[in-house]
């Protein structure tokens, strides 16, 4: 399965193996080395502590690297006054007219909990390519919807928003 990523997630993805390759291995390997010379390694938990980490940071490089190799770019530009990627989207529920805010972005950096929807989400779709005023209904499933109103749309930096991992 081919996840969409836009040119920013590839950076952002490709800056973290540098950093894990350059930084964190290193750092790793050197703790590794630490705990084996402490001796006897069947009842040395520093010694599968920093075992553990090294093969979670080999893993997390490998998944990136993957990511980025069966990625389907897709483009992030962004049309004043419509709501695209990573644009934060503020929004009034029509049934009761309380107001929450939205970062939409690629698949990969979704997090509802943190205000982070997906372009394939309902809500996500529902929004693309909307501008201010518009009232657009989010459609769940076929027997569940609502309407939205979109109060605001802000450009943001994604700066600080991070690729998931599994």
Avoid: H
Avoid at 5 to 20: C, G, N, P, Q, V
Avoid at 92 to 102: I, L, P, R, V
Avoid at 125 to 151: E, F, P, W
């Amino acid at each position: 399965m081919k996840d969409d990523l836009t040119k920013s997630d590839i950076e952002k993805m490709k800056a973290e193996i540098e950093e894990r390759k350059v930084v964190i291995r290193p750092k790793l390997l050197e703790d590794l080395k630490e705990a084996r010379a402490q001796g006897d390694l069947s009842e040395n938990f520093e010694y599968y502590a920093a075992k553990k980490a090294k093969n979670k940071n080999e893993s997390r490089i490998r998944y990136l690297e993957r990511m980025i190799k069966t990625a389907n770019i897709i483009d992030d530009t962004r049309i004043s006054g419509e709501v695209g990627i990573n644009n934060r989207v503020t929004v009034e529920f029509t049934e009761d007219g309380t107001t929450e805010s939205y970062k939409i972005v690629t698949t990969v950096r979704s997090n509802s909990l943190e205000g982070l929807i997906s372009i394939d989400s309902p809500m996500g779709k529902a929004l693309l390519k909307r501008k201010t005023g518009d009232v657009v209904t989010v459609n769940v499933s076929d027997d569940i919807s609502y309407d939205v109103k979109i109060v605001s749309i802000d450009d943001e930096d994604d700066a600080d928003d991070r690729i998931r991992s599994f």
